[in-house]
Every structure is written in structure tokens, then in C-alpha cells.
């Protein structure tokens, strides 16, 4: 059974930073792209990073590009989401998900990932 379990989040002022983490379990994990989408109230999920099984891949929505940085290790079944400047608009909850289809190329639908955690809240106060 796959478990992902992210941390991490909390409450930051504007232009502060956090680092979520995502371990997982019950799968060979460097097989596997990783991904973090985010739910802010009232909106749909939406892509913010993604990286491929061997982290030579990563992929970042534009309004994160730059101030986001994803990465993983793979020894220790755990992904990585660094947020650096963060804004009032990047509050939402965060997910990480696993995508089983596809290791190499970076999908940013949703439908697409097989898995995921049960989320993490990071809210940023202006």
C-alpha cells in the first residue's frame, strides 16, 4: 500500500520560507515522477512543481518559477518542496502526489497521478 505523508507547512509572512517534505512508502520510489499541487479555497488543484524518477527532470508552474525549488532523495524515499518568497496568493493546501505512468516525462494534470498525501496547509499573512 503506497503512503505519502507531506509536512512542513505552517503559517509565514509575505516573502518568508518553508520546506515541505513528502516521504513515501509501499512502492519502489525512484521509479516514480513526483509532483506538489496546491487547493486554495473555493479554486481547483493545480500543478506547482514536478520532478522525474532520477531528479534530472523538474518542471514549475510559472507562478512559482523562480522562488520554488523541488528536488528528492531517493535513498530516503522523500521529496522536497523549498518555498522561498513566498506570497499571500501561494496559501493553499499542498500535495504531493506519484505519478506511476510516466518517470521521465513531467505531467501537470492532476488525473494523471496515481497517489497521494492527505495534504499540508501553508498559509502566507501579508
Known amino acids: 500500500q503506497v503512503q505519502l505523508v507531506e509536512s512542513g507547512g505552517g503559517l509565514v509572512q509575505a516573502g518568508g520560507s518553508l520546506r515541505l517534505s513528502c516521504a513515501a512508502s509501499g512502492r519502489t520510489f525512484s521509479s516514480d515522477t513526483m509532483g506538489w499541487f496546491r487547493q486554495a479555497p473555493e479554486k481547483e488543484r493545480e500543478f506547482v512543481a514536478g520532478i522525474s524518477r532520477s531528479a534530472g527532470v523538474t518542471y514549475y508552474a510559472d507562478s512559482v518559477k523562480g522562488r520554488f525549488t523541488i528536488s528528492r532523495d531517493n535513498a530516503k524515499n522523500t521529496v522536497f518542496l523549498q518555498m522561498n518568497g513566498l506570497k499571500p496568493e501561494d496559501t493553499a493546501v499542498y500535495y504531493c502526489?506519484?505519478?506511476?505512468?510516466?518517470?521521465?516525462?513531467?505531467?501537470?494534470?492532476?488525473?494523471?497521478?496515481?497517489?497521494w498525501g492527505q495534504g499540508t496547509q501553508v498559509t502566507v499573512s501579508s
Open positions: 502526489a506519484l505519478d506511476r505512468g510516466s518517470p521521465w516525462v513531467i505531467r501537470t494534470t492532476a488525473r494523471y497521478y496515481d497517489y
